[in-house]
C-alpha cells in the first residue's frame, strides 16, 4: 500500500495546496506525465468534502468512520463550517472556502458534495471535470437542462457520480426489489406513495446561525447564478423554499420516493406524464414553492403511480406497491407483504338479487367448482413481515461510493438514475404551476406540456 503524506496542519492557502500535493506525490505536478491520482484496490481513499452544513456535516462524520476512507479537506463558504468541520474530523483538517481548491488538488480522489439545489450542476462539470469522482447529494439536477449537462458531461468524463439518495442502499428497499422481481405481486396495478410533516423545521423554517454576516460568509459566490440580492439569512438556511435555489418538496422529498420506486420496481426511466395539485396551504412565510404536493404519473406500461407530499399534515414515509396478487407495504426499516389470491372466497353477492330458484342453483354450481374437496384445507393467505435492526442507508450508500472510486466498479445511483429520478421531481414542479398535464421529450431533453 502506498504511504500517506501526514495530514496538513492547517488551512490552506493555495500556495501551501499546491506544496502540499507536490510533497504528497514526491514530485512536481506540473512535470509527472500522469494528471491524475490513480487509487489503487487496496489504498486509502481521500475525499475532498464540500458543504458541511445540515447533510453535510453528517456525510462527513459517517464518512471518515468508513475504514480506508479519509478526508483531506473541507470546503465551505461559511466559515461557521470550518470550525464544525475541524471539530468533526479532527483541528489537523485543513479547510477553505475555495471548493476549487479541492478540485486541483491532484491527491484528493473524489469529492463529497452537500451544497444547495443551485449549485449542483456547477459543482459535479467542475468536479468531473478536474478528474474527480463525486458524491452529489439528491436532487441530482435543479433543472432539467442542468441534468442533461450533467449527464453529458459525467459520461465524456469517465468518471464516477453517485447520487445520495440514498433508499437505493436500504436492506428494506432490496428485499422489496427481490420480492417484486420474483413477482410474488402478479401484475402491477398502481403503486401510491406518501410522506407527511407538521412542524416548522420539518417545513424547512429553519434558524439561521446566529453569526451570519459578509465577513463570516461569501454570499455573493453562494448565490451562484442566480440574480444576486442582499444578504438574506433566512435565504441561506431556508433556501428550499424558493424555487431559484432549490426544488421545493419535490426535489427534497418526493426523491427519495422516486428513488427508491425506480429501485424497487428495477425501473430506470422518467415518467411518461405527470399532472399534479397542491398548494401553499400552512407555511404563508414567503416560500414560493407549494407546502403541499400531490402528483399522479404515468409511468412506462401505463403504470399508475401516485405521490403525495404534505407538510402541513404529519404521515409516516411509506409506500403501497400493489398488484394482482397481493400488496407491498414499504415504511422505513419494516416491509409487509400482505398476498391476495384475486379469486372470489364467497359465491357472488350479486346473485342475491336473483330469484331463489336461480340463487340456489348458482350457489350449488359455485361450492360444487369452488369448495375444497374434504381433506384438503384451502392454502393459507398469511402476510410476512421483514424488519432491519438499522435504518441507516447513507452509510451503506457512501460505501458503495468510496469502493466504486477504489475498484471503479458501478456505483448503485449513477448519473442516468440520479436524472431520471429529479426528471420526475422536475416534472412535478412544472405541472404544478402549469396546472397542466407536463411529458419529457427525450427526442429534444424538454419538458412539454
Ligand atoms: N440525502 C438526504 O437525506 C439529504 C438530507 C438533507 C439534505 N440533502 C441535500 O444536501 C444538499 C445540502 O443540503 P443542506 O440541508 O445540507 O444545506 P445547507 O444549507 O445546510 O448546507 C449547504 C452548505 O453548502 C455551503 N455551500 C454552498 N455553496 C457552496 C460552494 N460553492 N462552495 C462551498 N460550500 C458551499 C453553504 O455555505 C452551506 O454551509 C442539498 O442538495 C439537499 O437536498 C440530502
Not at 452529489?136 to 459525467?154: F, R
Not at 448565490?223 to 444576486?228: A, E, I, S
Not at 435492526?389 to 448519473?415: G, I, M, Q, S
Request: some cysteine; overall charge neutral.
Amino acid at each position: 500500500m502506498k504511504k500517506r503524506p501526514p495530514t496538513p496542519p492547517t488551512s490552506w492557502s493555495r500556495r501551501e495546496f499546491i506544496e502540499l500535493s507536490a510533497a504528497a506525490t514526491g514530485f512536481s505536478l506540473a512535470a509527472h506525465p500522469f494528471r491524475f491520482r490513480q487509487v489503487a484496490p487496496s489504498d486509502t481513499v481521500r475525499f475532498g468534502m464540500v458543504g458541511i452544513g445540515m447533510q453535510g456535516n453528517g456525510l462527513l462524520g459517517t464518512s471518515i468512520q468508513l475504514p480506508g476512507v479519509t478526508c483531506a479537506g473541507a470546503a465551505d463558504l461559511y466559515d461557521g463550517r470550518h470550525t464544525l468541520a475541524k471539530e468533526i474530523a479532527g483541528a489537523n483538517l485543513p479547510t477553505t472556502r475555495e471548493y476549487r481548491k479541492l478540485l486541483d488538488d491532484k491527491n484528493i480522489d473524489c469529492i463529497v458534495a452537500a451544497v444547495p439545489d443551485h449549485w449542483h450542476k456547477r459543482m459535479v462539470v467542475e468536479a468531473v471535470g478536474a478528474g474527480k469522482d463525486i458524491y452529489i447529494e439528491k436532487p441530482m439536477s435543479h433543472t432539467p437542462a442542468d441534468g442533461v449537462a450533467m449527464v453529458e458531461a459525467v459520461k465524456k468524463s469517465g468518471k464516477i457520480l453517485q447520487v445520495g439518495s440514498q433508499r437505493v442502499s436500504s436492506l428494506i428497499c432490496a428485499k422489496a426489489k427481490e420480492m417484486v422481481a420474483q413477482g410474488m405481486l402478479g401484475d402491477l396495478t398502481l403503486v401510491e406513495g406518501w410522506l407527511g410533516r407538521n412542524d416548522p423545521t420539518g417545513a424547512w423554517e429553519y434558524p439561521p446561525p446566529p453569526d451570519l454576516s459578509l465577513k463570516t460568509l461569501d454570499w455573493d459566490t453562494w448565490q451562484n447564478d442566480v440574480p444576486k440580492r442582499p444578504l438574506d439569512a433566512n435565504i441561506f438556511a431556508r433556501w428550499r423554499c424558493w424555487k431559484e435555489y432549490g426544488t421545493g418538496v419535490a426535489g427534497d422529498l418526493l426523491v427519495h420516493l422516486i428513488s427508491g420506486m425506480q429501485f424497487m420496481l428495477g425501473m430506470n426511466e422518467p415518467p411518461k406524464q405527470a399532472m399534479s395539485v397542491g398548494g401553499i396551504r400552512r407555511w404563508k412565510d414567503g416560500r414560493n414553492m407549494p407546502d403541499v404536493h400531490a402528483t399522479v404519473y404515468y409511468y412506462s406500461g401505463d403504470l399508475p403511480v401516485y405521490m403525495r407530499l404534505n407538510l402541513g399534515t404529519e404521515m409516516p414515509e411509506q409506500y403501497r406497491i400493489q398488484g394482482s396478487q397481493g400488496v407491498l407495504e414499504v415504511a422505513g426499516n419494516k416491509l409487509t407483504f400482505t398476498p391476495q389470491s384475486g379469486k372470489d372466497q364467497w359465491p357472488s353477492y350479486y346473485t342475491g338479487s336473483y330469484p331463489r330458484a336461480l340463487r340456489d342453483a348458482y350457489q350449488a354450481q359455485w361450492h360444487k367448482e369452488h369448495d375444497p374437496t374434504p381433506g384438503q384445507a384451502p392454502a393459507l393467505e398469511e402476510s410476512v413481515t421483514f424488519t432491519t435492526p438499522d435504518f441507516d442507508d447513507t452509510r451503506p450508500h457512501l460505501w458503495n461510493f468510496f469502493e466504486a472510486v477504489r475498484t471503479r466498479k458501478p456505483v448503485v445511483e449513477d448519473v442516468v438514475f440520479g436524472h431520471n429520478a429529479a426528471l420526475a421531481c422536475h416534472m412535478a414542479n412544472e405541472a404544478y404551476f402549469r396546472r397542466t398535464a407536463v411529458t419529457w421529450d427525450e427526442g429534444t431533453k424538454t419538458m412539454k406540456a
